[in-house]
């Protein structure tokens, strides 16, 4: 459902033309080329009415990736994004007009495209999980973001549903999400503890009980984490 604001926007842009509609799209200066002729295949799949609206939503996005990547200091440089990576990516880019979720994408492409973050990178599998959350899952992931994942730990992190501030009922719906798409795993019942007592522990190690059963955090949590905390 397009508001009464997008379809202004979208009014105003049209004005300018296909050939202006093409200039803006490089808004993103630098980016452009890190996104190479992906850009040309996305607006060729669409039409003229639904490309406007795409093209408004990727440049929104292309400008909070910029100024992500030049608050890091990163503007030149830049690696090509193969076109595996990068057409899913500018497709799920050219959807979202949520300005909460077009800087979660920023944070996700500036990180992969930061050096000193060698373990992020742009991969269909986190595109897909980024994809596919919904608002309310944002603010379940901050409070699960709150420590650094990476650190090994003698002890899971036991959270229950008053942690985040929610009901349980919608915390499971949630975390049901999380489960499919690999975040998380359920068991209902009983399981088979792993403690840790050789002092390294173990990282992303998270479990959340609910009335429905046991919710343990798997190693692309922490993927993600790092992909956009």
């Known amino acids: 459902m397009i508001t009464d604001e997008q379809a202004k926007a979208v009014q105003e842009v049209a004005k300018l ?16 080329g890190v996104f190479s002729e992906a850009i040309g295949h996305i607006a060729a799949t669409v039409g003229d009415k639904a490309q406007t609206i795409y093209i408004l939503n990727r440049i929104n996005c292309f400008k909070k990736i910029q100024k992500e990547l030049e608050a890091a200091g990163m503007t030149e440089n830049l690696q090509r994004i193969p ?4 057409l899913p990516l500018l497709e799920a880019m ?42 309310e899952d944002l603010q379940v992931l901050r409070k699960l973001f709150e420590e650094d994942l990476r650190v090994r730990r003698g002890d899971a992190m036991e959270l229950t549903p008053d942690a985040f501030g929610i009901d349980e009922v919608s915390l499971d719906l949630i975390l049901t999400r999380f489960v499919s798409v690999g975040l998380f795993t359920f068991s209902i019942g009983d399981y088979l503890s792993v403690s840790s007592d050789n002092g390294n522990g173990w990282p992303c ?24 905390g």
Request: proline share 2%.
């Open 205 to 228: 190690w998270i479990e959340v009980k609910t009335s429905t059963g046991e919710y343990r955090s798997a190693p692309l949590l922490m993927m993600l984490q790092r992909a956009i």
């Open 83 to 86: 076109n595996r990576q990068a």
């Open 94 to 135: 050219s959807l979202e007009d949520e300005d909460e979720f077009q800087n979660v994408w920023a944070k996700y492409v500036a990180n992969a495209l930061n050096p000193t973050k060698s373990d992020v990178s742009i991969n269909r599998r986190l595109t897909d999980v980024i994809r596919s959350l919904e608002a």
């Open 17 to 32: 033309g296909q050939s202006a509609l093409d200039k803006a799209d490089k808004a993103g200066g630098y980016l452009t």
